[in-house]
């Protein structure tokens, strides 16, 4: 009986293992997919100083949804700094790669942000993402009624804009309208405190401080 118990024990296991592996595998796919099409929509960067960093807005039909193409030279840390999370990035080869930012809905219809990079290298198809602060479900049905009213401020879409890798630049910044700020309901927000309404959520690319820099 001792024995049965630890083969199913063993058989449970394993099927949360390949679960797991097959969700990492199927979001890996899903944003291979995602780069390879944007990549060629966008199409190649003219990269005339390779020491610098290269931004480019890509355009998305999802309000919700945005992306931007990231070359970043040799030897560059970054952090993508969010109102809720810091990325950090290091790369030690100049790199090519797509990142995502979008406000999404996770099962129980609560709003949280999600943040994916991918990149295509020598070394390879490397992808990595990370989901945020989930909001109260009163709060997410609220803020996805009004979508279409968020007053959305990012980089123009399509321009090419040139950094020195110890710049920083604002790539998106999300407000609510005049109309919404005041409501009660818009001080539930998991991305930022009461007193920074109307602001929502802010995406910056940012040199590491000084103390993480190498």
């Known amino acids: 009986m001792t024995s049965r118990f630890i083969l199913i024990a063993l058989l449970l296991l394993l099927a949360v293992g390949l679960y797991r592996d097959f969700s990492i595998g199927s979001e890996r796919d899903r944003l291979q ?41 040799p030897k560059c840390s970054i952090h993508f700094k969010g109102s809720t999370v810091v990325i950090p990035i290091s790369m030690r080869e100049a790199n090519d790669f797509i990142v995502h930012l979008a406000l999404q809905k996770d099962v129980e219809g609560r ?61 998106l910044t999300l407000t609510l309208p005049d109309s919404l ?4 309901i818009a001080q539930k927000s998991p991305f930022e405190t009461p007193d920074r309404l109307p602001l929502i959520f802010q995406l910056t690319l940012e040199p590491p401080p000084p103390s993480q820099k190498k």
């Open 111 to 171: 709003v949280q942000t999600y943040f994916g990079l991918s990149t295509l290298s020598n070394s390879g198809f490397t992808a990595i993402s990370s989901r945020g602060l989930r909001g109260a479900k009163d709060y997410s049905d609220w803020l996805f009624e009004h979508k279409n009213d968020i007053n959305v401020a990012q980089l123009e879409i399509g321009k090419v804009f040139v950094l020195e890798p110890t710049e920083t630049i604002d790539l």
């Open 33 to 73: 997919s995602q780069y390879q099409r944007l990549k060629s929509v966008a199409g190649e960067l003219d990269i005339a100083d390779p020491s610098k960093i290269y931004i480019q807005a890509l355009k998305s039909d999802d309000p919700l949804h945005w992306s931007w193409r990231v070359y970043t030279p």
């Open 181 to 184: 700020k005041h409501e009660p």
